[in-house]
């Protein structure tokens, strides 16, 4: 509905929502779940009513075409976690520590429970966090989290928050990583990437609230894909790169035609019939959704061919487990 007031009754100053009107847009077709069909059913119906309530004219509604024929960002917002295409490769973010964590209040000299969320700045999209620590203003996680890249000028958000139990946790403070600070296209349209180790001042209503040590990197997919496949004697860190582009936002692992080949298989339908076939007699196995396979399959990979790296997976395990109960 604001989204339609911005652009049926204060077009006019489409300048200065624009903005506004982006990041809500990105938002909202991430809950979307990239359902064309939904998104355009929803569309339709709140259009219609905020033409009706407002008595929108015709002019108007002639100015919104144009609108909708200039956002040309629009077709990238959709296709961001498109099924279709592939990402530019995975970010690696690992949080290190916060220190001299602070907020403006009558207990500000207490210790807090922090832990961080990460997100993505434009669709608020919650990619994972941290557990929290007790009673300590200057804590210490390192948990490494892998963010699949679909468009290079994302921003992440690195919120801390102090956890209640019986209250609303409360923010602590943020940063804002732009993702062009490691990755930079070079103009015949190759990427030049480099790892930063960041110390960083977390800020909050205009004031220093602390700061946040991290080490952000990035891998290039077309790099990854080039890896041999897999075999208990060469499986490297380098695999497990490649493995997390293919976790969706949700925490599972979906089976693919690539995800195959890197086990020796031709396609997705004989990575499945390979299963079924070894797990035969079990029917309920047998009946699993392919989304379940393969979360079942990388999640046992992780834990049998790459415990040593357990340190770099964990957060990734996490969030499929989680998924895996939610079934």
């Known amino acids: 509905m604001v989204l339609y007031f911005y652009r049926y009754v204060a077009i006019d100053q489409k300048k200065e929502w624009y903005p506004t009107y982006e990041r809500s847009y990105r938002w909202l077709w991430a809950q979307l779940m990239d359902n064309e069909s939904d998104k355009q059913d929803c569309f339709k119906i709140v259009s219609s009513f905020i033409k009706e309530y407002h008595d929108v004219k015709d002019d108007v509604v002639e100015m919104d075409h144009t609108f909708e024929n200039e956002i040309d960002k629009i077709t990238s917002i959709k296709n961001l976690q498109g099924i279709d295409q592939k990402p530019y490769g995975i970010s690696r973010i690992e949080i290190i520590n916060a ?18 969320k990460i997100s993505n700045f434009a669709t608020s999209w919650i990619y994972g966090d941290t557990h929290v620590i007790y009673n300590n ?9 892998y963010i699949p890249v679909y468009d290079i000028h994302e921003n992440f958000n690195l919120q801390v928050f102090n956890y209640n139990a019986l209250f609303k946790d409360t923010l602590l403070g943020f940063y804002i990583f732009d993702l ?21 001042n977390l800020t909050y209503e205009e004031s220093d609230r602390g700061q946040l040590s991290f080490v952000a990197d990035f891998f290039l997919l077309s790099e990854l894909e080039d890896l041999e496949i897999i075999t208990t004697t060469n499986v490297s860190i380098r695999h497990l790169y490649l493995l997390m582009t293919y976790q969706n936002q949700d925490g599972y692992f979906e089976l693919n035609n690539a995800l195959a080949r890197l086990f020796n298989l031709f396609s997705k339908e004989e990575l499945i019939k390979t299963f079924s076939d070894f797990v035969q007699k079990d029917e309920r196995v047998c009946s699993l959704d392919n989304k379940i396979l393969g979360t079942l399959l990388i999640i046992s990979f992780l834990k049998v061919l790459l415990w040593k790296e357990r340190y770099e997976w964990m957060s990734a395990y996490n969030r499929a487990e989680n998924w895996l109960t939610k079934m």
């Open 99 to 116: 220190k001299n964590l602070r907020q403006d209040s009558w207990f500000a000299d207490s210790a807090y429970n922090p832990y961080i």
């Open 180 to 200: 062009k600070s490691i990755i930079k296209v070079l103009p015949n349209g190759s990427f030049e990437v480099k790892k930063l180790k960041l110390d960083v």
């Open 137 to 145: 203003c200057n804590p210490v996680w390192k948990p490494v989290f």
